[in-house]
């Protein structure tokens, strides 16, 4: 059973930055792509960002392209989202999530993905 653990959310100013962390268990991590999304209170799951099985290809929402960058570590099991130009409306719970196909590339819905993590909580203030 493959487990994915988030960390590095935290309380953060508004046009600050923060770099999350999704460290996932098992020898076939490197086969699949990763995605984040988001969920904030009283909202459903939202896509935020993926990468390809090799990072050779990535996809954002419109919310977040251009102040958003994921990235992973296939060395260390690790997908990276750096967020900066933070604003209170990024203020969720994010998630990690490994797509369900082995070479799939970044998908941006959430049914493709299993696995999901605890998550991790970011909150921006204004």
């Known amino acids: 059973q493959v487990q994915v653990v988030e960390s590095g959310g935290g309380l953060v100013q508004a046009g600050g930055s923060l770099r999350l962390s999704c460290a996932a268990s098992?020898?076939?991590?490197?086969?699949?792509?990763m995605g984040w999304f988001r969920q904030a209170p009283g909202k459903e799951r939202e896509f935020v960002a993926a990468?390809?099985?090799?990072?050779?290809?990535?996809y954002y929402a419109a919310s977040v392209k251009g102040r958003f960058s994921i990235s992973r570590d296939n060395g260390k099991n690790t997908v990276y989202l750096q967020m900066t130009s933070l604003k209170p409306e990024d203020t969720a719970v994010y998630y990690c999530?490994?797509?369900?196909?082995?070479?799939?590339?970044?998908?941006?819905?959430?049914?493709?993905?299993?696995?999901w993590g605890q998550g991790t909580q970011v909150t921006v203030s204004s």
């Open positions: 999530a490994r797509n369900k196909l082995v070479g799939a590339g970044p998908d941006f819905r959430d049914v493709n993905y299993e696995n």
């Open positions: 098992g020898r076939t991590f490197s086969n699949y792509a």
């Open positions: 990468i390809s099985w090799n990072g050779g290809s990535t």
